[in-house]
């Protein structure tokens, strides 16, 4: 699995809507929605400040480390070794 997102959690324990979070950071809706559902493929570390200053946060807050189950490696043709 890798690295799972957990900026829905973190919103919703803030009770703060997308949109609202969009407008503190300065980050578009569609980019924030774009890390909220795990798609993104980088972070800066000045939009992840960003986020964190907003909703009062530290980053293994929002980024968790999930390893990958044994037989994942070897189901996308990547050597474990």
């Known amino acids: ?3 799972q997102i957990n900026l ?4 919703a ?3 703060m809507k997308l949109g ?3 407008g ?3 980050i578009s809706a569609t980019n924030l929605s774009i890390l909220k559902t795990g798609k993104a493929r980088a972070i800066r570390f000045s939009t992840l400040e960003a986020i964190c200053r907003e909703l009062n946060c530290q980053p293994g ?3 968790e480390y999930v390893p990958e189950r044994d ?3 070897h189901s996308r ?3 474990a070794h």
């Open 77 to 79: 043709g990547v050597d």
């Open 1 to 3: 699995m890798g690295i």
């Open 20 to 22: 609202e979070l969009s």
């Open 13 to 15: 324990r803030h009770k």
């Open 61 to 63: 807050d929002i980024l």
């Open 71 to 73: 037989g994942d490696f």
């Open 8 to 11: 829905d959690v973190e919103l």
């Open 24 to 26: 503190r950071v300065g």
